[in-house]
């Protein structure tokens, strides 16, 4: 199985502060990765599929990068609705491997 | 409006059973995958099974493979999760999610809000 590995596991911010989050295969995934927000008690939200592709009236601030086994996840000016956990996922594949979480947090 | 909403939750000894629910709308059910996602107490995200359109595939994590079973009655715009033999490591909020394509391979772009499943004697 595909083992994805995100860091780091907890990120301080400040609002307006650029962030970014990277992930990791444990072998080459193409650019099938998918990232989600979660926020406490709440479902998650697809936000980029395909590496970097934007869902549909996700805010232009994230977008996403990578291909092969490395993947990062960009917020380019943090909003206090931001503040979240992140998840990438692995698909093309029936076995669909999430990340461990990354959770955004206000400094 | 699209969504899903998933039902059957609940409190269940060890070894027991649950069949969570989950009725969707708004969408051509039988034209998209479903998938289920759990995510235990303070835990990640973690992939539990998926189920083509048609209800022909299932694919199941190799942790529930054996003790659950996913079905969809494509005619009630539902998908089922029976969980037999339970554990305590089961206990999870369990997320019903509609794939973007027909075949179970691909992301989730609707969730549902989750139901809570309990395992406790």
New interface residues.
């Given amino acids: 199985d595909i083992r994805m590995t995100q860091s780091p596991s907890t990120l301080s911010a400040s609002v307006g502060d650029r962030v970014t989050i990277t992930c990791r295969a444990s072998r080459n995934i193409n650019d099938w990765l998918a990232w989600y927000q979660q926020k406490p008690g709440k479902a998650p939200k697809l936000l980029i599929y395909k590496a970097s592709t934007l869902e549909s009236g996700v805010p232009s601030r994230f977008s996403g990068s990578g291909s092969g086994t490395d993947f990062t996840l960009t917020v380019s000016s943090l909003q206090p609705d931001d503040f979240a956990t992140y998840y990438c996922q692995h698909y093309n594949n029936y076995s669909r491997t999430f990340g461990q979480g990354t959770k955004v947090e206000i400094k | 409006e699209v969504q899903v909403v998933e039902s059957g939750g609940g409190l269940v000894q060890p070894g027991g059973s649950l069949r969570l629910s989950c009725t969707a709308s708004g969408f051509t059910f039988r034209a998209y995958a479903m998938?289920w996602?759990r995510q235990a107490p303070g835990k990640?995200?973690?992939?539990v099974s998926?189920i083509g359109g048609s209800g022909g595939s299932t694919?199941y994590?190799d942790f529930v493979r054996g003790r659950f079973i996913t079905s969809r009655d494509n005619s009630k715009n539902t998908v089922y999760l029976q969980m037999n033999s339970l554990r305590a490591e089961d206990t999870a909020v369990y997320?019903c999610?509609k794939d973007?394509h027909m075949t179970?391979?691909?992301?989730?772009?609707v969730?549902?809000?989750?139901t809570t499943v309990a395992v406790s004697s």
Avoid: S
Avoid at chain 2, 44 to 47: K, P, V, Y
Avoid at chain 2, 104 to 109: A, E, G, N, R, V
């Fill in positions: 998938t996602v990640g995200l973690e992939w998926g694919y994590a997320y999610a973007r179970p391979f691909y992301y989730m772009d969730w549902g809000k989750g």
